[in-house]
């Protein structure tokens, strides 16, 4: 089973950045598809972006994108997420998983999960 630890989060204001990090352990990190997923107060969480296990194939949630950029590392173990141009509604606990169903929105398709880190937009 993968252990997955989120860095990066922190409060900024609108139409600021940030980049979020997901470092990987106890599994071969290369070979699984990786994913952003994000819960706000109140609601479900969703999906945010995902990327194949080559880094070759990518997909976006509609309203992230342009502005958010998902990529990988595979010889550190980690996954980033550069979000640009960030909104208020971009605010939630942001979770990086780790599946074996490559680039996938679906999240039953991921079977191991980090503990989230926060991002807060002000306007």
């Known amino acids: 089973q993968a252990q997955l630890v989120e860095s990066g989060g922190g409060l900024v204001q609108a139409g600021g950045s940030l980049r979020l990090s997901c470092a990987a352990s106890g599994r071969t990190f290369a070979a699984y598809g990786m994913g952003w997923f994000r819960q706000a107060p109140g609601k479900e969480r969703e999906f945010v972006a995902a990327?194949?296990?080559?880094?070759?194939?990518?997909l976006y949630q509609d309203s992230v994108k342009g502005r958010f950029t998902i990529s990988r590392d595979n010889a550190k173990n980690t996954v980033y997420l550069q979000m640009n141009s960030l909104k208020p509604e971009d605010t939630a606990v942001y979770y990086c998983a780790a599946g074996s169903y490559g680039a996938t929105r679906r999240r039953y398709d991921y079977d191991a999960w980090g503990q989230g880190t926060q991002v807060t937009v002000s306007s």
């Open positions: 990327i194949s296990w080559s880094g070759a194939y990518t």
